[in-house]
C-alpha cells in the first residue's frame, strides 16, 4: 500500500485508512483482531477512530488489540473528540476543557501515551472557534497529539483554523465525508485544504456503503440499512440521484471486470490532495475486499465519466 503525505507536514500514512466505527457494538473482538492484522500486513498504517464510536468501547477494543496483535509503533493512530454521551442523547462539546477531558480519556482507553493525529469531530456553535482551536495547540505542545485537524467543518472555519494555528502547531489535515455520492467538499473545504498545506482524509468513501452495490435491487437484511441504529445514516443515498452514479460505478466495475466498491474507492483515492479514504468494515471479509481496490488505477475515460454522473451543483460565487 502506498504511503502518502499529509498536506504540507512531514506526516505520512497508508492510503486507506482502517475505520473503528463499528468496533465494539457490529464487530466483534475476534473479528477486529482479524482486520487490524490483514490491514497491517497490506501494508496499512492509518487507523481512525473515535471518542463517540460506542461512547468509548471502539478506543478501548483498539487499545486492547495494540502490543498483542500488531506494535504500536506500526500504525498512525486517530482519534476524534467534540461528541460526548449523555443521558439526553449527543452533546457537541468542543470547549477547551471538554477536548482535552476527552484526549485524556481516550489516551487511557488506547493505552498510549500519545495518538498521531487528533481531529476535533464536528463544530460546536457555542464554543469559539479560537477555543477550540486552542486546545488543539496544547494538545501538540503537551505531546499528546503529534499532529491536529478538524473533521466536518465548513472550509471557512478550516481556513481561521489554520490561520490561528499557522504560527505554531498548523493544521495538518481536515475529515470531510468524500465520494461520489458526497462531493460538497469541492466547493470550499477541498480547496482551502490546498492552499493552505492541509491533507483529506475521505470518510465514508463508499457512499455509506451504497456504492457497493449491495442496495440495487432490496435492502440486504444484515446490512446497515436494516440496522436499528444505521438506517437513518445510510437512507439519504438510498434514492433519487444517487441511483444514476450507483448503476454508473456498477457499469464501470463490470467493465473493467472488477466490484463496484473497488471502483469507487480506486476513484477516492485518485482526487487530488485526498491523503487517504478511511473504510469502515464490519468483517474482515468485507475489509478484503476495499483492500482489493489497491492495485487498480482507474482509466481516465473511466474517471472522466465518474466525474460527469456524479458532478455536484456549483453555483454563485463558486462559479463566477
Known amino acids: 500500500m502506498d504511503q502518502r503525505q499529509v498536506g504540507r507536514t512531514g506526516l505520512r500514512v497508508s492510503s486507506l485508512a ?89 489516551l487511557a482507553r488506547l493505552g498510549t501515551d500519545h495518538v498521531d493525529l487528533w481531529f476535533v ?98 435492502i440486504p437484511a444484515d446490512s446497515r440499512a436494516a440496522s436499528a441504529h444505521l438506517a437513518g445514516f445510510v437512507q439519504p443515498f438510498l434514492a433519487g440521484a444517487s441511483s444514476a452514479v450507483v448503476e454508473a460505478v456498477a457499469t464501470a466495475a463490470a467493465g473493467l471486470e472488477r466490484q463496484p466498491l473497488e471502483v469507487a474507492l480506486a476513484w477516492v483515492r485518485s482526487r487530488p490532495h485526498v491523503a487517504s479514504a478511511v473504510v469502515g468494515a464490519r468483517t474482515a471479509a468485507q475489509l478484503r475486499g476495499s483492500l482489493a481496490s489497491l492495485d487498480l488505477p482507474l482509466p481516465a475515460e473511466v474517471a472522466a465519466a465518474l466525474d460527469e454522473v456524479s458532478a455536484p451543483p456549483v453555483g454563485y460565487p463558486e462559479r463566477f
Do not use: I
Open 18 to 106: 482502517l475505520g473503528t466505527m463499528t468496533w465494539s457494538r457490529d464487530t466483534d473482538p475476534h473479528d477486529a483482531a482479524e482486520q487490524l492484522r490483514d490491514f497491517v500486513d497490506a501494508g496499512g498504517t492509518l487507523v481512525d477512530t473515535s471518542a463517540s464510536y460506542a461512547e468509548g468501547g471502539a478506543e478501548l477494543l483498539l487499545g486492547s488489540l495494540l502490543g498483542d496483535v500488531v506494535a504500536r509503533e506500526d500504525v498512525v493512530l486517530s482519534t476524534k473528540a467534540g461528541v460526548r454521551r449523555t443521558p439526553g442523547g449527543n452533546v457537541v462539546d468542543a470547549s477547551r476543557g471538554g477536548l482535552l477531558d476527552s484526549l485524556d480519556a481516550s
Open 121 to 218: 469531530q464536528t463544530p460546536d456553535p457555542r464554543t469559539p472557534l479560537e477555543e477550540t482551536v486552542s486546545a488543539l495547540a496544547l494538545a501538540v505542545r503537551s505531546g499528546r497529539a503529534r499532529y491536529v485537524g478538524l473533521s466536518n467543518h465548513a472550509g471557512w472555519q478550516v481556513a481561521r483554523a489554520a490561520s490561528l494555528l499557522e504560527r505554531e502547531v498548523g493544521l495538518a489535515a481536515v475529515q470531510s465525508e468524500y465520494s461520489l455520492l458526497q462531493r460538497g467538499v469541492e466547493r470550499e473545504v477541498l480547496p482551502a485544504c490546498a492552499a493552505l498545506g492541509a491533507g483529506l482524509l475521505a470518510w465514508s468513501p463508499l457512499g455509506r456503503g451504497v456504492l457497493t452495490g449491495k442496495y440495487r435491487r432490496t
